[in-house]
């Protein structure tokens, strides 16, 4: 709970068996500071996992949710679609971003329908981040080029999970996700700016995670999910120009 406002958080899982509990213990775990619980619900997507993901998630006392369609934005899809709590946060199960960070999130909550988190801040990426020099160059681009194209606030980061969407909002552009693989997230981003989302991108800690990326683990797997990113900017662009037309 939020300022009278429920939260949940949605994690998109494939075989996270080493990190799921505790991610969802430690969401569950936080408190405000008169003792309440920040978080009222962790929605775990089981997206085919084959190590018992699912039920340990479970066991850890989150709400899971079988999606068949293999694809890390059919994970988020059905997790966003599943939200119900007045306040919906996305983030990754795998121990790289600080639990308590929600907060940040949160305290933008009241100004701003959707509150983004950024990787690109040095003193808050530790040295063990999946975070090298290409991966930070080529994030960059494909945030500014977005940002270019679509005349948006100031973004750095397109890759980022850990974000915030009150629920209002969300239901606005939920209905207009088709993006089911990993370059998901530019593109709720950019279905934001075209149905007039206020959002803002802040900093967020970024911490080196148990075992290897299934994205960006190496440097052929983030070509691809960059070039895929940049598909969907320039796919989408036409209803940027529609937009543009329509406002005047």
């Known amino acids: 709970m939020w300022n009278g406002k429920t939260v949940g958080v949605v994690f998109p899982a494939y075989n996270e068996a080493p990190n799921i509990e505790v991610a969802v213990r430690e969401f569950l775990g936080l408190e405000n500071s008169d003792g309440s619980k920040v978080v ?6 089981d997206n085919n996992s084959s190590d018992g993901t699912g ?13 068949t369609k293999q694809g890390y934005g059919n994970a988020l899809i059905r997790g966003l679609h599943e939200a119900t709590t007045d306040i919906v946060v996305t983030c990754e199960p795998d121990g ?7 907060v940040k999130l949160l305290s933008y909550s009241e100004d701003f329908d959707m509150v983004c988190g950024t990787r690109t801040y040095p003193g808050l990426v530790w040295e063990d981040a999946n975070m ?3 991966l930070r160059l080529g994030n960059y681009f494909v945030a500014k080029f977005l940002e270019i194209m679509y005349w948006t606030p100031s973004l750095s ?6 974000r915030l969407i009150n629920l209002e909002p ?7 996700f088709f993006v089911g693989k990993s370059h998901f997230l530019p593109h709720m981003v950019i279905l934001a700016k075209l149905n007039h989302l206020k959002f803002i991108e802040i900093p967020m800690s970024y911490k080196g995670r148990m ?13 691809r999910t960059g070039t895929m990113m940049l598909c969907v900017i320039l ?11 329509t406002k005047r």
């Open 40 to 45: 009222d619900q962790v929605i775990a997507i």
């Open 55 to 67: 039920e340990l998630a479970a066991k850890a006392g989150a709400t899971v949710f079988v999606e």
């Open 96 to 102: 790289t971003f600080v639990t308590r960070d929600i």
């Open 132 to 134: 090298r020099w290409y």
């Open 157 to 162: 980061d397109c890759g980022c999970t850990f």
């Open 170 to 176: 969300l239901k606005k552009i939920r209905g207009q």
């Open 211 to 223: 075992g290897v990326s299934k994205i960006t683990g190496n440097f052929e797997g983030m070509f």
């Open 235 to 245: 796919y989408m662009w036409p209803r940027m120009i529609k937009y543009a037309v």
